[in-house]
Every structure is written in C-alpha cells, then in structure tokens.
C-alpha cells in the first residue's frame, strides 16, 4: 500500500491500462478528503506533539468477495480510487502475480531509484566538520 501511495495517479492509471480489465468494482466507500492530526516526537524519541495537521484521501471498493481500502496523502480522488481498487484485486489469488510483476515491483523500483537519487545528491552536498576543524 506504501508504494500505491507514493504513486501518482497517471503511473498507477497508465499501468492498469496495459492489463486486462478487471471485474467491475462495487464502491462501499466514495473517496472523501478530510483532515488528520500529524504526531511528532522532540527529538525522535522525546514527548510527543501536534505538529499539525494533513490532507487525507479515502477511499473503500469491493471487488468480488475482496474488500480495498486507501488513505492517500492530498486530495487526489481518482488516485484513492485506484489504490483501493489495487488493494482488493492484489487480495485475489488469481490477479495477485500479475499485479505484482506489472505494477508493484516496477513502481518498487523506479521508487527506490528516485530515493537513490536524491540521497546521491544529499551526499554531495554533506560537509564534514571534524575534517574542516582539523584542517586549520
């Protein structure tokens, strides 16, 4: 679910095109956007606090005798949607595989590239103190 939510709705839409259609879904829960509360923790481990709050998209679809839910970040309908519908059909034994080779793991991948990335560029840019004080 992790990954159908870091997902964005294009990627997830485009991918589930190329398949066969899956089976109409029956929606239990229409998406709806709302409000909630982002817990912190001074200095990771420390007291905890409001930080504040975030967009929240849910969403609830039965696909067969599988009921799928998605919570995603903003407010994003379709999006919710298809994760909840991504969510029921990955609970069928029969879809399972091919949802897994054609959608997961690709979105596993090029999402562990980005981070990869990203922490190429962080590490760049880290400056060593002890080097520099070292070097007066």
Known sequence: MAILARASAEELS???????P???AETLRAPETGLVMVRGRAGGDGDAFNLGEMTVTRCAV???AHIGHAYIAGRDHSKARLAALLDAALQDQALQPALLQSIIEPLASAQQAARATEARKAAATRVDFFTMATMR
Not at 14 to 20: I, P, Q, S
């Open 62 to 64: 039965r696909l067969g």
């Open 22 to 24: 899956l089976p109409e």
């Open 14 to 20: 485009a991918r589930l095109a190329a398949l066969d």
